[in-house]
């Protein structure tokens, strides 16, 4: 976020304090077919390093109330309806919502040590679905999940009055037929930033992160959606571990997208968001980056625009608005949005100082039962793939391999394995059912079969690489070597 050097060099003066709690309770076929996900910071229209940096109570309330007008100033329904543009254009099933601000006043200020303001000055979300409700787009709230809820006085010209400013993380879910929405929850992050404060009462900075498992088809996965500290690398870090432990700790596969602070393509590691190793930590543990699969070779900066969203030329330098998937999921179309000058509203505002992602995924079927076995497989160690491979009701051959007989992946690693002492080994036939795309892999294989164009004849002989078992997850049928 642009306002994370400010608030970086600020915080660090005011000697930040790491506090760490105990988590607050959760307050194909081919697939699935072609599911659209998007990811969104809205930004929440201002700078917060002025309060923070405030040395005398007169610069505090000075300070809240110029960081209130200043959000009010980054016109809020103009961009909204940027936003519904930019989801009527793409179209996605589920979008997670970062930075969804809920700002509310009270007047005159109690000084309430707890945020009690009610007064709803403007509602990010509410603003949102009235857009997109007048282009007839159908959407849903699945889960709101409060995050960081600060309140404290502001001068204003007439008088003093209390500012609060309410970070949810969202998931919006467009009314489809066959989509079926069971378990959101979401939370506070246990580890978080404590801010002291010149007026003696220190502000907790917690983010939040929000989920909710998807069904279609008959296959299921869960939608997360977060924002990682943009502050401390120390925080994020432990953020990102307590999401992969918590909610990210599943059998289902997983689309977990947000605004993660670490840049994805910075070379520099300094530990200071975004140039933070979290990232790399991530896509360690086992997730892979939807927009990097899609497009190596684009760097697809999201990160930053001026706070007052004014700036002329683009100043996104950092990618850290990503769209990471764990599973079984193949990526059709990777983009961003908001990231172009032609996407600027008429009065020069950007739609927010973050660019979004817009992903488009298909959960493959994963049991390997599009690779039907068309004629008879016969292998140097005979026996053992007979004892493996099962008949179509699941029950081993205990003979020869028959025709439609399915074959697991766990038999495609040992024949690859059988196979790698060159050909003439073994021989096979093995028909991939399902599709008819074309691959530029040039496999170690011959095609047989009176019509290469026929699915169903068309088959890889001789010996297979270690690819196949993927390959025959996504359908591929039409490999010519």
Known sequence: M????????????????????????????AGVGELTVMTRNLMFGTDLGPI?????????????????????????????????DEIERTRPDLIGLQEAALW??????DFSPTPNATTVETDLVALLLAELHSRGLKYEVVIAQTGTDIEAPGLFPNGLVDVRLTQREVILARKTPGLKLTNAQGGQYAAYLTVPTVIGVPVALPWAWASVDVTRSGQSFRFATTHLDPISGVVQRLRADEFMAGP???PLPIVWVGDFNSDAEGSVITGVPAATATYQSI???????????RHPSNPGFTCCQATNLLNPTSTLTERVDLVLTRGPFHVGEASLIGDDASDRLPNGLWPSDHAGVVVTLELENDDESQCLVVREGVFDDRSRAESAWP???GTPTGGDVDPGDRI???LWGRAVADGERGPGDHTGVVCIAHGNRSSSERLPATIGGDDPCDPCRNVLVGRWPRALPSLCRRGIADHHP
């Open 104 to 109: 509310r006043t009270q007047t005159p200020a």
């Open 391 to 393: 008949n179509s009701d």
């Open 408 to 410: 697991p992946d766990s």
């Open 248 to 250: 990210g700790d599943t």
């Open 52 to 84: 923070v940096a405030a040395t005398t109570k007169f610069e505090f309330v000075s300070a809240v109330g110029g960081a209130f007008t200043q959000a009010q100033a980054s016109d809020f329904p103009g961009r909204a309806e940027a936003w519904a």
């Open 283 to 293: 896509i360690a543990s086992g997730y892979a980056d939807a927009l990097a699969a």
């Open 2 to 29: 642009a306002r994370r050097a400010s608030l970086a060099a600020v915080a660090s003066a005011a000697l930040l304090v790491i506090v760490t709690l105990v988590p607050a309770a959760a307050t194909t076929q």
